[in-house]
């Protein structure tokens, strides 16, 4: 199937590892060009060497909003074009509410929600000349919060609020917003984790599988997740919009 997105860009934020990542080498591979960010200048490195000419890979906090400035104008600059922003900066912050602080809560939602937010507002002009997309990488605590599970599952659930809002704003103008909500997918944070209880991998996901009890009786690939996040941001799922896609084995008891 023809994807139709040769010759078109993307920005990813979080790009640099991980499912950002497996997600630009997709969009590569379908011959779009991508910008991607991430704060830790190895792995920036890394990426701009994996992902090769039909790329930017530039060092960002995003919640700089300075940073991400300059992240979005030297992307726009150097594409000339946008047909699509992917929300995937993030990482896990779950704890319960008596353990956690104003101070976490808000660096939660700035990263997560704020971020998001500013990026999506600098890229709504170029969108609407490219009837483009917009994709927010959630999780599925933001359709069903676990206990102890915030703040990240209060800053998913306003993520995928948002989507669903700005989905009817900006249909008029032919751009579509769309989420995919991450049940439990292969990833540099759980290989980190393994690492640090010198355990192999493999041991650690199926101990995930088992404790999670995921109905596909397996962790997902990050391959699986670049597929379905392709194809949202193509033409081909050019009537699909304000729609949270749960990617997670069957786990959530919400659909």
Not at 64 to 84: C, I, N, P, Y
Not at 123 to 139: D, H, M, T, W
Not at 189 to 198: E, I, K, L, V, Y
């Amino acid at each position: 199937m023809d994807l139709e997105l040769s010759g078109k860009a993307f920005i990813i934020t979080g790009g640099t590892e991980g499912l950002g990542l497996a997600l630009a080498q997709s969009l590569i591979s379908e011959g779009a060009k991508v910008a991607v960010c991430g704060r830790r200048a190895d792995k920036v490195a890394e990426a701009a060497a994996l992902l090769g000419p039909n790329a930017l890979a530039i060092q960002t906090d995003v919640t700089k909003t300075e940073q991400l400035d300059a992240f979005f104008d030297q992307a726009l600059t150097s594409f000339g074009r946008l047909d699509g922003v992917v929300n995937n900066a993030g990482r896990s912050a779950a704890t319960p509410l008596l353990d956690s602080t104003d101070e976490e809560w808000r660096e939660d939602f700035e990263l997560k929600v704020i971020a998001a937010v500013h990026l999506i507002r600098r890229a709504i002009p170029e969108l609407i000349q490219s009837r483009g997309a917009v994709l927010n990488i959630l999780a599925v605590k933001g359709k069903a919060p676990d206990a102890g599970s915030t703040p990240t599952a209060a800053s998913r659930a306003a993520g995928l609020a948002m989507t669903k809002a700005l989905s009817g704003e900006l249909a008029p103008h032919g751009v579509r917003v769309n989420a995919i909500l991450i049940g439990l997918i292969k990833s540099g944070q759980w290989t980190r984790r393994a690492d640090a209880m010198s355990m192999a991998h493999d041991d650690l996901y199926g101990a995930i599988v088992q404790h999670q009890g995921i109905p596909l009786g397996r962790v997902g690939e990050a391959s699986e997740f670049a597929d379905l996040a392709t194809y949202l941001l193509s033409a081909r799922a050019s009537y699909l919009t304000g729609v949270g896609i749960n990617l997670d084995g069957g786990l959530s008891p919400l659909p």
